[in-house]
C-alpha cells in the first residue's frame, strides 16, 4: 500500500516537474525539489512570498527562481491543476485564422484564433495582444488583437468538458483558467512556428487580457508562460488579482462578496479537490499575490470596479500592494500597477477615466515609451493596511 502510494505520488510529481519543464527558463541546478505533497501550516495572513518550503527565505534572484518553481507546482497541486507539457503543435494560417493542431498520447485536438491587425500606418511585425473571449479593454492602436474562444476548450461548468479535456481525459486535474491558459501557450507555440513573416505578430511583445472569469484565465496564462510580457486581468475579482484571505475575511464581516466557498459551488474553474481546501484557505501555502509575483518582473496591469462589492475592491487592491513588495524586491515596481474605478454594475466596460492607464502600460511595455505604470489607484472608500495582510517585508535581491 504504502509502495503504490509513494509510486503515485512520484507520478503526480512527475507530471508537474513536466509542465514546467516547459515555458520558462531553465533552473538553476542548485534548486533541488521541493516537496510536492504534504501539509502547510496554517496561516492566516497572506503568506511570505519568500518563505521557501525549507523554512529559509529567499536571499538572491537566483533563489527565487526556485521560489517561483515551488509556487507553481504549489498552485498546480493545490488550487489550478497541472498544465500539460507542451504537446505535438502544428498551425497554419488562412487569412486571418490560425489553425492550431495538437496531439499527444494518439489523441488530437484542433482549435483556431483570430488575427485583427491594426489599422493605419502601423508597421509589421506587430506587438500582439490575446483576447480570453475577444477581450473588453480598449486596444491601443498599432496593436494587433488575437481572439481565443477559451470557452471551446474548457466550458465552465461541467469539469472536464472542452476541447482541452478531449485531448488529456475529462479526469485531468486542470481547472477551466489553467486550461485556458494552456491554449494561450498553445497559440504562443503556433504564433512561433509560423513566424513573424507570415503572421506579422512580433512573438516578442506579447500581450494576454480578459475579462471577469476570462480575466482570471489571463492572469493564470501571464503567470504560467513567461513568454507573455503584459498581464492584464479585467474585473477579475476572487479568483484573480484577489487574495482568498482577504475576500475570505470581507464576507465575514457581511460584505455581498464572491469568496472561496462559493467560487467552487457552480463553475469548474479550478483543480476539483480545490472544493475541499475552499472551505479553509488558510492551509494554502501561498495565496494570489503570488499568483501576480509569477508575472514579476513583467507588466502587470490590474484593471477592477470599485462599485461592485461582488468583486472584492479591497481584496483586489490589497493583494496587489502585496504582490507589489515581490516586484519591488526584484526592483521592478513600476511594472505592477492596478486602475480600479467606480463605474457602477456595468460589468467589463472600462470606462473612458481609466483608458488612459491601460493605454500607458501598454505603451511602455510595446513601444518602450517613458510613462508611469506602476500607480496604485483607486476611489474605493475602504482602507487597507498592508501590515495587517502582510506580516513580513521583502529586501531587494541581489
Ligand atoms: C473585518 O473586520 C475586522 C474587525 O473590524 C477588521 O479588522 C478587518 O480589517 C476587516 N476585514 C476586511 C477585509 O476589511
Ligand atoms: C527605451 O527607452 C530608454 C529611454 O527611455 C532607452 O534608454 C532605451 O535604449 C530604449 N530601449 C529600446 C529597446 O529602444
Same mark, same amino acid.
Request: hydrophobic letters at 30%; one cysteine or more.
Given at each position: 500500500m504504502k509502495a503504490a502510494a509513494s509510486f503515485f505520488l512520484g507520478l503526480v510529481a512527475l507530471s508537474v516537474q513536466q509542465a514546467l519543464a516547459q515555458e520558462q527558463a531553465p533552473l538553476p541546478a542548485s534548486c533541488g525539489s521541493f516537496p510536492t505533497q504534504g501539509q502547510y501550516p496554517k496561516n492566516p495572513k497572506l503568506p511570505d512570498p519568500f518563505l521557501k518550503a525549507d523554512g529559509t527565505r529567499v536571499k538572491s534572484r537566483e533563489e527565487w527562481a526556485? /521560489?517561483?518553481?515551488?509556487?507553481?507546482?504549489?498552485?498546480?497541486?493545490?488550487?489550478?491543476? =497541472?498544465?500539460?507539457?507542451?504537446?505535438? =503543435?502544428?498551425?497554419?494560417?488562412?487569412?486571418?485564422?490560425?489553425?492550431?493542431?495538437?496531439?499527444?498520447?494518439? /489523441?488530437?485536438?484542433?482549435?483556431? =484564433?483570430?488575427?485583427?491587425?491594426?489599422?493605419?500606418?502601423?508597421?509589421?511585425?506587430?506587438?500582439? =495582444?490575446?483576447?480570453?473571449?475577444?477581450?473588453?479593454?480598449?486596444?491601443?492602436?498599432?496593436?494587433?488583437?488575437?481572439?481565443?474562444?477559451?470557452?471551446?476548450?474548457?466550458?465552465?461548468?461541467p469539469h472536464g468538458r472542452g476541447k482541452f479535456y478531449d485531448l488529456y481525459g475529462s479526469t485531468h486535474t486542470a481547472g477551466g483558467l489553467m486550461a485556458w491558459a494552456w491554449g494561450v501557450s498553445r497559440i504562443i507555440d503556433a504564433l512561433e512556428l509560423l513566424g513573424a513573416a507570415k503572421t506579422k505578430i512580433d512573438v516578442g511583445r506579447l500581450g494576454v487580457t480578459g475579462c471577469s472569469r476570462n480575466g482570471k484565465g489571463a492572469l493564470v496564462a501571464g503567470a504560467f508562460d513567461d513568454r507573455i510580457g503584459v498581464v492584464v486581468p479585467q474585473e477579475a475579482g476572487s479568483g484573480g488579482p484577489g487574495c482568498w484571505r482577504i475576500v475570505n475575511d470581507m464576507k465575514k464581516n457581511g460584505t455581498k462578496v464572491e469568496d472561496s466557498t462559493q467560487i467552487v459551488q457552480g463553475d469548474g474553474w479550478f483543480t476539483p479537490s480545490f472544493v475541499r481546501t475552499a472551505d479553509d484557505v488558510s492551509v494554502l501555502p501561498f495565496d494570489h499575490h503570488m499568483l501576480m509575483g509569477l508575472v514579476a518582473p513583467r507588466a502587470l496591469l490590474v484593471v477592477e470596479n470599485s462599485g461592485i462589492d461582488y468583486l472584492g475592491p479591497p481584496s483586489t487592491f490589497g493583494c496587489t500592494a502585496a504582490a507589489k513588495e515581490i516586484y519591488k524586491a526584484l526592483g521592478a515596481a513600476d511594472r505592477i500597477a492596478i486602475s480600479q474605478a467606480s463605474h457602477g454594475s456595468s460589468h467589463c466596460q472600462l470606462p473612458a477615466s481609466q483608458s488612459g492607464d491601460v493605454s500607458a502600460v501598454f505603451a511602455r511595455a510595446f513601444f518602450n515609451q517613458s510613462v508611469d505604470t506602476g500607480f496604485m489607484k483607486t476611489d474605493g472608500k475602504f482602507s487597507f493596511s498592508l501590515e495587517q495582510w502582510a506580516p513580513w517585508s521583502l529586501s531587494a535581491l541581489p
Open positions: 526556485c /521560489k517561483r518553481d515551488e509556487i507553481r507546482q504549489q498552485f498546480q497541486r493545490l488550487e489550478l491543476g =497541472v498544465k500539460p507539457p507542451k504537446p505535438t =503543435v502544428t498551425a497554419s494560417l488562412s487569412g486571418n485564422t490560425i489553425s492550431i493542431s495538437c496531439s499527444e498520447g494518439g /489523441k488530437s485536438i484542433s482549435f483556431s =484564433v483570430t488575427i485583427r491587425a491594426p489599422s493605419g500606418t502601423a508597421q509589421a511585425p506587430y506587438p500582439a =495582444v490575446i483576447g480570453l473571449g475577444g477581450g473588453s479593454i480598449p486596444y491601443p492602436s498599432g496593436v494587433a488583437v488575437i481572439s481565443y474562444n477559451n470557452q471551446d476548450m474548457a466550458v465552465d461548468n
